[in-house]
């Protein structure tokens, strides 16, 4: 009966030391996720500080001030400039068909 008693002492023992572990680890693993969970808040809010500053960056009156001040760039006048169409005829539309055979 002592052997018993001392092998069940031993395999308790051992599954509270075993508890132990995986409820260290995983506290560990909670407070890790924390930290991540944290840090992609962190890097949401700066991706959207980004965007922010990346659109006042392509404003079309911020891309005329600095074409005009640092590249001294101007607008033609209406005289000078001349609007290309790509239209095409009808002619041009179809394919075109020799004398009725197929080739």
């Known amino acids: 009966m002592t052997r018993l008693n001392l092998i ?3 395999a308790l023992m ?3 030391l075993g508890l132990v572990n995986a409820q260290h680890k995983a506290r560990k693993l ?3 996720l924390e930290q991540l969970n944290q840090a992609e808040k962190q890097y949401n ?3 959207g500080q980004w965007q922010l500053e ?4 392509a404003m079309h009156s911020r891309i005329e001030q600095i ?7 101007q607008v033609p006048d209406a005289k000078r400039i001349q609007i290309v169409s790509l239209k095409k005829t ?10 009725g055979v197929a080739k």
Not at 90 to 99: H, M, R, V
């Open 67 to 73: 074409a005009a001040q640092q590249l001294q760039m």
């Open 54 to 57: 990346q659109s006042t960056w």
């Open 30 to 32: 909670y407070i890790e």
């Open 90 to 99: 009808a002619t041009e539309q179809q394919p075109q068909l020799q004398s």
């Open 14 to 16: 051992f599954s509270a």
């Open 8 to 10: 069940l002492f031993f």
């Open 45 to 47: 809010q700066e991706y």
